[in-house]
Protein backbone atom coordinates (compact mmCIF):
# COMPACT_ATOMS: atom_id res chain seq x y z
CA UNK A 1 0.00 0.00 0.00
CA UNK A 2 1.53 3.49 -0.96
CA UNK A 3 1.20 6.36 1.10
CA UNK A 4 1.52 9.44 -0.85
CA UNK A 5 2.87 12.39 1.55
CA UNK A 6 1.65 16.40 0.05
CA UNK A 7 3.52 18.50 2.13
CA UNK A 8 2.91 22.12 3.34
CA UNK A 9 5.16 25.01 4.35
CA UNK A 10 1.81 26.30 5.67
CA UNK A 11 2.21 24.88 9.03
CA UNK A 12 -0.10 25.77 11.98
CA UNK A 13 1.23 27.26 15.55
CA UNK A 14 0.93 24.48 17.82
CA UNK A 15 -0.85 25.48 21.49
CA UNK A 16 1.39 25.50 24.34
CA UNK A 17 -1.06 24.25 26.46
CA UNK A 18 -3.69 21.85 25.46
CA UNK A 19 -6.93 21.48 26.89
CA UNK A 20 -10.51 20.23 26.42
CA UNK A 21 -11.84 18.19 23.62
CA UNK A 22 -11.48 17.99 20.28
CA UNK A 23 -11.34 21.62 19.54
CA UNK A 24 -7.63 21.76 17.35
CA UNK A 25 -6.34 19.93 14.64
CA UNK A 26 -3.03 19.22 13.32
CA UNK A 27 -1.45 19.97 9.97
CA UNK A 28 -2.24 16.80 7.98
CA UNK A 29 -4.63 14.10 7.48
CA UNK A 30 -5.09 10.84 6.43
CA UNK A 31 -7.28 10.33 3.01
CA UNK A 32 -8.33 7.14 1.04
CA UNK A 33 -11.45 7.18 -1.16
CA UNK A 34 -13.42 4.11 -2.67
CA UNK A 35 -14.77 4.36 -5.98
CA UNK A 36 -14.81 1.20 -9.01
CA UNK A 37 -15.34 -1.20 -6.74
CA UNK A 38 -11.99 -0.94 -4.38
CA UNK A 39 -9.97 1.22 -2.12
CA UNK A 40 -7.48 3.27 -3.49
CA UNK A 41 -4.15 3.99 -2.22
CA UNK A 42 -4.44 6.44 0.46
CA UNK A 43 -2.69 10.39 0.85
CA UNK A 44 -1.52 12.35 3.58
CA UNK A 45 -2.74 15.47 2.76
CA UNK A 46 -2.55 19.32 4.54
CA UNK A 47 -5.65 19.60 7.19
CA UNK A 48 -8.20 21.39 4.67
CA UNK A 49 -12.23 21.63 4.15
CA UNK A 50 -13.51 18.65 2.18
CA UNK A 51 -15.35 18.92 -0.97
CA UNK A 52 -18.68 18.02 -1.09
CA UNK A 53 -22.09 18.48 -3.27
CA UNK A 54 -25.41 18.99 -1.31
CA UNK A 55 -26.23 15.70 -2.96
CA UNK A 56 -23.85 13.66 -1.09
CA UNK A 57 -25.31 10.52 0.38
CA UNK A 58 -24.03 10.65 3.78
CA UNK A 59 -25.97 14.45 4.32
CA UNK A 60 -28.84 12.33 3.52
CA UNK A 61 -28.86 8.99 5.10
CA UNK A 62 -26.09 9.13 7.56
CA UNK A 63 -23.76 5.97 6.27
CA UNK A 64 -21.32 7.00 8.45
CA UNK A 65 -19.13 4.96 11.10
CA UNK A 66 -16.29 6.29 13.39
CA UNK A 67 -13.58 5.26 15.44
CA UNK A 68 -11.82 7.31 18.49
CA UNK A 69 -8.66 6.43 19.90
CA UNK A 70 -5.10 8.23 21.25
CA UNK A 71 -1.79 8.60 20.83
CA UNK A 72 0.25 9.59 23.77
CA UNK A 73 4.04 11.14 24.37
CA UNK A 74 5.64 10.98 27.25
CA UNK A 75 8.75 13.45 28.80
CA UNK A 76 11.55 11.47 26.95
CA UNK A 77 9.34 11.79 23.80
CA UNK A 78 8.30 7.96 23.12
CA UNK A 79 5.12 8.04 21.42
CA UNK A 80 2.69 5.26 21.94
CA UNK A 81 -0.72 4.50 20.66
CA UNK A 82 -3.16 2.41 22.76
CA UNK A 83 -5.10 -1.12 20.89
CA UNK A 84 -4.94 1.22 17.69
CA UNK A 85 -5.53 -2.30 15.85
CA UNK A 86 -8.26 -3.12 18.03
CA UNK A 87 -10.46 -0.01 16.93
CA UNK A 88 -9.75 -0.70 13.73
CA UNK A 89 -11.13 -4.12 14.15
CA UNK A 90 -14.21 -2.38 15.43
CA UNK A 91 -14.51 0.02 12.49
CA UNK A 92 -14.43 -2.94 9.94
CA UNK A 93 -17.68 -4.80 12.21
CA UNK A 94 -19.02 -1.37 11.97
CA UNK A 95 -18.85 -0.80 8.39
CA UNK A 96 -19.87 -3.97 7.49
CA UNK A 97 -23.49 -3.52 9.71
CA UNK A 98 -23.86 0.24 7.43
CA UNK A 99 -22.62 -2.37 4.18
CA UNK A 100 -19.84 -0.11 3.69
CA UNK A 101 -16.80 -2.04 1.94
CA UNK A 102 -14.34 -3.15 4.22
CA UNK A 103 -11.32 -1.51 5.18
CA UNK A 104 -8.15 -3.85 6.15
CA UNK A 105 -7.35 -3.27 9.67
CA UNK A 106 -3.63 -3.32 9.04
CA UNK A 107 -3.45 -0.79 6.27
CA UNK A 108 -5.29 1.65 7.80
CA UNK A 109 -2.82 0.83 11.40
CA UNK A 110 -0.08 1.52 8.66
CA UNK A 111 -1.92 4.71 7.70
CA UNK A 112 -2.50 5.69 11.41
CA UNK A 113 1.31 4.90 12.24
CA UNK A 114 2.76 7.22 9.28
CA UNK A 115 0.56 9.93 10.02
CA UNK A 116 1.43 10.15 13.70
CA UNK A 117 5.32 9.91 13.03
CA UNK A 118 4.51 12.91 10.61
CA UNK A 119 2.65 14.86 13.85
CA UNK A 120 4.74 13.70 16.83
CA UNK A 121 5.44 17.30 17.24
CA UNK A 122 1.92 17.79 18.24
CA UNK A 123 1.48 15.22 20.73
CA UNK A 124 1.28 16.68 24.35
CA UNK A 125 2.69 15.20 27.29
CA UNK A 126 0.93 16.55 30.40
CA UNK A 127 -0.83 13.86 32.16
CA UNK A 128 -4.28 13.86 31.24
CA UNK A 129 -3.73 15.02 27.83
CA UNK A 130 -3.22 13.08 24.57
CA UNK A 131 -3.50 12.96 20.65
CA UNK A 132 -7.16 12.04 19.97
CA UNK A 133 -7.15 9.85 16.82
CA UNK A 134 -10.22 10.18 15.29
CA UNK A 135 -10.80 8.03 11.86
CA UNK A 136 -14.05 7.84 10.35
CA UNK A 137 -15.61 6.76 6.99
CA UNK A 138 -18.26 7.44 5.23
CA UNK A 139 -20.29 7.77 2.33
CA UNK A 140 -20.38 9.84 -0.80
CA UNK A 141 -22.35 8.86 -3.79
CA UNK A 142 -23.97 11.81 -5.47
CA UNK A 143 -27.66 10.66 -5.52
CA UNK A 144 -30.23 10.68 -3.44
CA UNK A 145 -31.79 6.75 -3.73
CA UNK A 146 -31.33 4.85 -0.50
CA UNK A 147 -28.75 2.22 -0.87
CA UNK A 148 -25.54 1.63 -0.41
CA UNK A 149 -23.09 3.62 -1.92
CA UNK A 150 -20.32 2.86 -4.59
CA UNK A 151 -18.21 5.64 -3.49
CA UNK A 152 -17.01 6.33 0.22
CA UNK A 153 -14.24 8.33 2.32
CA UNK A 154 -12.06 6.83 5.13
CA UNK A 155 -10.28 9.59 6.69
CA UNK A 156 -8.08 10.46 9.68
CA UNK A 157 -7.98 13.54 11.82
CA UNK A 158 -6.15 14.19 14.67
CA UNK A 159 -7.23 16.15 17.40
CA UNK A 160 -4.34 17.27 20.54
CA UNK A 161 -6.78 16.84 23.47
CA UNK A 162 -7.52 17.05 27.39
CA UNK A 163 -9.83 16.13 29.25
CA UNK A 164 -13.72 15.13 27.14
CA UNK A 165 -15.95 16.80 30.24
CA UNK A 166 -15.74 20.41 30.12
CA UNK A 167 -14.66 20.54 33.99
CA UNK A 168 -11.86 18.10 33.38
CA UNK A 169 -11.32 15.07 35.18
CA UNK A 170 -13.81 16.05 38.09
CA UNK A 171 -16.94 13.46 38.91
CA UNK A 172 -20.02 13.60 36.75
CA UNK A 173 -23.52 13.08 37.04
CA UNK A 174 -26.01 11.64 35.07
CA UNK A 175 -29.41 11.43 34.60
CA UNK A 176 -31.40 8.10 34.34
CA UNK A 177 -33.22 8.35 30.83
CA UNK A 178 -36.70 7.43 30.81
CA UNK A 179 -38.40 8.58 28.06
CA UNK A 180 -35.41 8.27 25.22
CA UNK A 181 -34.00 4.79 24.48
CA UNK A 182 -30.55 5.08 22.74
CA UNK A 183 -30.37 1.48 20.94
CA UNK A 184 -32.29 -1.91 21.25
CA UNK A 185 -30.98 -5.69 19.70
CA UNK A 186 -31.24 -6.04 16.01
CA UNK A 187 -30.37 -1.55 15.97
CA UNK A 188 -26.97 -0.45 15.30
CA UNK A 189 -26.24 0.19 19.33
CA UNK A 190 -23.11 -2.39 18.96
CA UNK A 191 -21.29 -0.55 16.32
CA UNK A 192 -20.05 3.12 16.30
CA UNK A 193 -22.68 4.44 13.66
CA UNK A 194 -23.04 8.38 13.75
CA UNK A 195 -26.89 7.63 13.85
CA UNK A 196 -26.41 6.71 17.37
CA UNK A 197 -24.92 9.77 18.58
CA UNK A 198 -27.39 12.42 16.77
CA UNK A 199 -30.38 9.93 18.20
CA UNK A 200 -28.88 10.83 21.83
CA UNK A 201 -28.91 14.67 21.86
CA UNK A 202 -32.11 15.57 22.25
CA UNK A 203 -32.28 13.59 25.42
CA UNK A 204 -28.57 15.11 26.38
CA UNK A 205 -29.69 18.16 26.28
CA UNK A 206 -32.90 17.83 27.76
CA UNK A 207 -30.36 16.33 31.28
CA UNK A 208 -27.60 19.63 30.55
CA UNK A 209 -30.78 21.83 30.99
CA UNK A 210 -31.33 20.09 34.35
CA UNK A 211 -27.75 20.40 35.15
CA UNK A 212 -26.76 16.94 34.55
CA UNK A 213 -23.38 15.81 32.27
CA UNK A 214 -25.08 12.96 30.60
CA UNK A 215 -27.41 10.47 30.54
CA UNK A 216 -27.92 6.83 31.83
CA UNK A 217 -29.50 4.90 29.36
CA UNK A 218 -31.60 1.76 29.45
CA UNK A 219 -32.67 -0.88 27.78
CA UNK A 220 -35.53 -0.45 24.72
CA UNK A 221 -37.63 -3.33 25.51
CA UNK A 222 -37.93 -3.36 29.39
CA UNK A 223 -36.65 -0.04 30.43
CA UNK A 224 -35.41 -1.93 33.30
CA UNK A 225 -31.55 -2.61 32.49
CA UNK A 226 -28.99 -0.51 32.52
CA UNK A 227 -27.18 0.13 28.97
CA UNK A 228 -24.58 2.83 28.65
CA UNK A 229 -24.26 6.70 28.71
CA UNK A 230 -23.58 7.12 24.79
CA UNK A 231 -19.94 8.45 25.50
CA UNK A 232 -18.97 5.71 27.83
CA UNK A 233 -19.59 2.54 29.08
CA UNK A 234 -20.28 2.14 32.70
CA UNK A 235 -19.47 0.65 35.59
CA UNK A 236 -21.18 -0.22 39.35
CA UNK A 237 -19.31 -1.11 42.80
CA UNK A 238 -21.90 -3.17 44.47
CA UNK A 239 -21.14 -4.90 47.51
CA UNK A 240 -17.58 -5.28 46.87
CA UNK A 241 -17.82 -6.47 43.07
CA UNK A 242 -17.36 -4.79 40.12
CA UNK A 243 -20.52 -4.99 38.12
CA UNK A 244 -21.39 -4.15 34.57
CA UNK A 245 -23.80 -4.58 31.74
CA UNK A 246 -22.91 -7.37 29.80
CA UNK A 247 -22.86 -6.69 25.85
CA UNK A 248 -26.20 -7.81 24.75
CA UNK A 249 -26.02 -6.44 20.93
CA UNK A 250 -27.15 -3.02 21.72
CA UNK A 251 -24.41 -2.08 23.90
CA UNK A 252 -20.89 -0.83 22.24
CA UNK A 253 -18.30 -2.69 22.74
CA UNK A 254 -15.55 -0.11 24.35
CA UNK A 255 -12.40 -0.98 24.41
CA UNK A 256 -11.54 1.00 27.26
CA UNK A 257 -14.67 -1.36 29.02
CA UNK A 258 -12.52 -4.49 27.78
CA UNK A 259 -9.39 -3.01 29.30
CA UNK A 260 -10.82 -2.36 32.73
CA UNK A 261 -12.34 -5.76 33.06
CA UNK A 262 -9.07 -7.24 32.28
CA UNK A 263 -6.82 -4.72 34.52
CA UNK A 264 -9.08 -5.67 37.27
CA UNK A 265 -9.55 -8.85 37.07
CA UNK A 266 -5.03 -9.34 37.10
CA UNK A 267 -5.71 -7.21 40.26
CA UNK A 268 -7.96 -9.72 41.88
CA UNK A 269 -11.16 -7.88 41.59
CA UNK A 270 -14.54 -9.74 41.38
CA UNK A 271 -15.99 -8.34 37.87
CA UNK A 272 -19.59 -9.06 36.72
CA UNK A 273 -20.61 -8.86 33.44
CA UNK A 274 -24.01 -8.93 33.64
CA UNK A 275 -27.67 -7.76 33.78
CA UNK A 276 -27.82 -5.20 35.95
CA UNK A 277 -31.00 -3.50 36.72
CA UNK A 278 -31.61 0.06 37.21
CA UNK A 279 -33.84 -0.60 40.09
CA UNK A 280 -30.69 -2.95 41.41
CA UNK A 281 -28.33 0.51 41.07
CA UNK A 282 -30.60 2.61 43.02
CA UNK A 283 -31.65 0.81 46.03
CA UNK A 284 -27.84 0.33 46.16
CA UNK A 285 -27.56 3.91 46.57
CA UNK A 286 -30.09 4.41 48.34
CA UNK A 287 -28.63 1.42 51.30
CA UNK A 288 -24.87 2.65 50.64
CA UNK A 289 -24.44 -0.63 48.71
CA UNK A 290 -23.28 1.13 45.78
CA UNK A 291 -20.12 3.16 46.80
CA UNK A 292 -18.49 4.07 43.28
CA UNK A 293 -19.83 4.49 39.77
CA UNK A 294 -17.14 5.31 37.19
CA UNK A 295 -18.14 5.35 32.87
CA UNK A 296 -15.16 4.22 30.77
CA UNK A 297 -13.65 5.07 26.87
CA UNK A 298 -11.51 6.29 24.75
CA UNK A 299 -12.55 10.25 25.58
CA UNK A 300 -13.82 10.02 28.96
CA UNK A 301 -11.05 7.74 30.04
CA UNK A 302 -12.11 6.42 33.64
CA UNK A 303 -14.77 9.12 34.33
CA UNK A 304 -16.02 9.01 38.04
CA UNK A 305 -19.00 9.56 38.53
CA UNK A 306 -20.76 11.27 41.47
CA UNK A 307 -24.10 11.50 41.09
CA UNK A 308 -27.21 10.20 39.82
CA UNK A 309 -30.66 11.61 39.26
CA UNK A 310 -33.93 9.71 38.32
CA UNK A 311 -37.40 12.02 38.74
CA UNK A 312 -37.15 14.12 41.58
CA UNK A 313 -34.59 11.98 43.56
CA UNK A 314 -30.65 12.50 43.03
CA UNK A 315 -28.22 9.76 44.80
CA UNK A 316 -25.00 11.08 45.54
CA UNK A 317 -22.83 7.94 45.30
CA UNK A 318 -19.65 8.08 47.07
CA UNK A 319 -17.64 11.72 47.95
CA UNK A 320 -19.18 14.67 46.07
CA UNK A 321 -16.60 15.60 43.71
CA UNK A 322 -14.13 13.20 44.39
CA UNK A 323 -12.62 10.32 42.47
CA UNK A 324 -13.47 7.20 44.15
CA UNK A 325 -10.99 4.51 45.24
CA UNK A 326 -11.06 1.93 42.45
CA UNK A 327 -11.65 5.40 39.65
CA UNK A 328 -8.82 6.59 40.34
CA UNK A 329 -6.74 3.08 40.54
CA UNK A 330 -7.53 2.35 37.33
CA UNK A 331 -6.98 5.94 35.88
CA UNK A 332 -3.60 6.13 37.03
CA UNK A 333 -2.63 2.99 35.97
CA UNK A 334 -4.38 2.92 32.82
CA UNK A 335 -2.39 6.36 32.04
CA UNK A 336 0.67 4.69 33.28
CA UNK A 337 0.41 2.14 30.85
CA UNK A 338 -0.28 4.31 27.85
CA UNK A 339 1.81 6.71 28.93
CA UNK A 340 5.05 3.99 29.25
CA UNK A 341 4.86 4.54 33.00
CA UNK A 342 4.37 1.86 34.25
CA UNK A 343 5.23 -1.93 32.36
CA UNK A 344 2.57 -3.65 29.65
CA UNK A 345 1.76 -6.90 30.62
CA UNK A 346 -1.18 -6.93 27.60
CA UNK A 347 0.62 -6.25 24.95
CA UNK A 348 -1.75 -3.44 24.32
CA UNK A 349 0.73 -0.36 23.35
CA UNK A 350 2.95 -0.10 20.43
CA UNK A 351 5.65 2.74 20.19
CA UNK A 352 5.64 4.46 16.97
CA UNK A 353 9.39 4.95 16.53
C1 LIG B 1 -14.59 8.10 22.20
O1 LIG B 1 -14.56 7.88 23.40
O2 LIG B 1 -13.58 8.11 21.52
C2 LIG B 1 -15.85 8.34 21.52
O3 LIG B 1 -15.91 8.13 20.35
C3 LIG B 1 -16.99 8.91 22.23
C4 LIG B 1 -17.35 10.24 21.65
C5 LIG B 1 -18.71 10.58 22.09
C6 LIG B 1 -16.38 11.30 22.03
Redesign the pocket.
Known amino acids: MQIEFIKTNDLKQKPETVSG??KIFTDYMYVREYADGSWHDGKIVPFDALELLPCSSVLHYGQAV????KAYKNNNGEVRLFRARDNFKRMATSCDRLCIPPIDSDEAYNALYELINIERDWIPTERGTSL?VRPFVFACDESLGVHAAKNYKFIIILSPSGA?YSHGFAPVSLKVEREYVRASKGGTGAY?VVGN?AASIKAGDAANKLGYDQVLWLDAIERKYVEEV???NIFFVLDGKVVTPELNGSILPGITRDSVIKLLKSKGYDVQERRVAIDEVLDGAANGKLTEIFGT????VISPVDMLGDGDKKYVIGERGKAGKISAMLFDTLTDIQTGAAKDGFGWVTEVK
Open positions: FGFEGLYYKYGSMGTAA
